[in-house]
């Protein structure tokens, strides 16, 4: 089709995905028990090493603060085009270590880092606030969701839409341009709105907020260290503003902001991932127990971020079943656990982008299975009018209102660009037109 031609057919989908997507796991109460998989692993892999877990903080925090040291002291010096590459491959590489950080303050929250509760609460409350993380109302939150994954009516988080509830505009973002659009918001706002506003969170009868001790997430002992949290975030968050004071804002934001956005994205883009897939079943209070809901759960890969993320995205559902394990003991037991899960153990080892792609478009809400009552697999079929605005280079858009929000969203892009590179600009004393742009950020 030529640029801005139209057609009645909807463009073919991908057959493999597709056959990805039918390849559902098990749903029935497994033939083996959670003490049988226990036996399968081997005794270490239960030890928590004091020692050990310290050297991956120390490791973590050595190279961010090289990272950190680098940035200030020699992008400065590098040439207007190298400068320009280097900021932004400071903050992925930073944002990605920060996650491994994140990755440990989330492993003493479990309980996984020592065995000592006190020593874990204090490692995880300080490195957490750092990143702005409420660490005793998160880790309690993210208790219950452990507690009670894959359950409809009780889970915590990405807790997936049945279709009668759907909202009224979902049949509008179900087409590229709304796709794109629900993930940028999703991987940039995601986190902050979640801890503040509990979106994509339980249904619970009244306001809930992790900031909040009295909200229904908690319990009243534990409203206290909930107070707590708030005191650890509001502490970094007063050193933050001392730096804007004494290095100005947009080198705070530069140097500690974007990292931050990398780390708070990468998070949702995980957590989503490892709890979203067509062949994932969710249960309602008629079907669910723990033992499934912990095994509805999907490991991926994510390359050499395994890595550096503590293998938390290839070991999730070892994870699930034993919280208390230690990441470095995870990635074996994973390999000793997979012949007793059989069927049960879910790997997708499909490329990172495509498969948010894929599950952005195929899992919209869940509908109950025809065959097994109380059982809910993933589905995207809404009423939408299906015709195409193909606009070449592959993209199509849904009707003409897919390609009004295409146009819409094109210019409000550049606008924010335009809008973005005037103030850094001005605040740097630079002429916002004379396209030196490179000279802005060496000036940070």
Known sequence: MGGGGRSSAPKQRNSGEDEVSKKRVPHAKPPFSLSQVKKAIPPHCFQRSVIRS?????????????????????????????????????????????????????????HAFSDYQWLDDSVGLVLHSFLLV?????????????????????DEVFVPKTK????????????????????????????????AFNVSGRN??????????????????????????????LAVCYGLYKLVLAKGFLWVVCVYGVPLMVVNALLVLITFLQHTHPA???YDSSEWDWFRGALAT??????????????????????????????????????AI???????????????????????????????????NGVYWYNNKVEWVETWECLGF?????SDLGYASYRIISWLVVILVVDIYIMLSCMVGGNPFSYDFHLILRKL
């Not at 939150?141 to 507690?147: A, G, I, L, N, T």
């Not at 509830?165 to 995601?190: A, E, M, Q």
């Open 54 to 110: 310290f050297s991956y903080v120390f490791y973590d925090l050595a190279i961010a603060s090289s990272l950190f040291y680098l940035a200030l002291n020699y992008f400065s010096t590098l040439p207007n085009n190298l400068s320009l590459f280097a900021w932004p491959l400071y903050w992925i590489i930073q944002g990605s270590v920060l996650t491994g950080v994140w990755v440990i303050a989330h492993e003493c929250g479990h």
């Open 134 to 154: 409420p660490y005793f109302s998160w880790k309690y939150s993210h208790r219950r969701h452990h507690s009670n994954t894959g359950s409809l009516e009780r």
């Open 164 to 195: 009668a509830s759907i909202r009224w505009y979902s049949k509008y973002l179900n087409n590229p341009v709304g796709r794109v659009l629900t993930l940028f918001i999703t991987l940039t706002l995601g986190w902050p709105l979640y801890l």
């Open 204 to 233: 619970y009868e009244r306001f809930a907020c992790h900031y909040d001790p009295y909200g229904p997430i908690y319990s009243d002992r534990e409203r206290l260290q909930i107070y707590v949290s708030d005191v650890g975030v």
């Open 280 to 282: 994932v079943p969710h």
């Open 298 to 335: 999907v490991d991926r890969d994510y390359g050499i971020l395994n890595k550096v993320l503590h293998n938390i995205t290839d070991t999730h559902i070892a994870h699930h079943l034993f919280s208390t394990m230690p990441h470095y003991h995870a990635m074996e037991a994973t390999k």
């Open 338 to 372: 997979k012949p007793i899960l059989g069927d049960y153990y879910h790997f997708d080892g499909t490329s990172v982008c495509k498969a948010m792609w894929r599950e952005a478009r195929e899992c919209m809400y869940v509908d109950e299975d025809s065959k097994n």
């Open 394 to 398: 592959g993209f199509c858009f849904t």
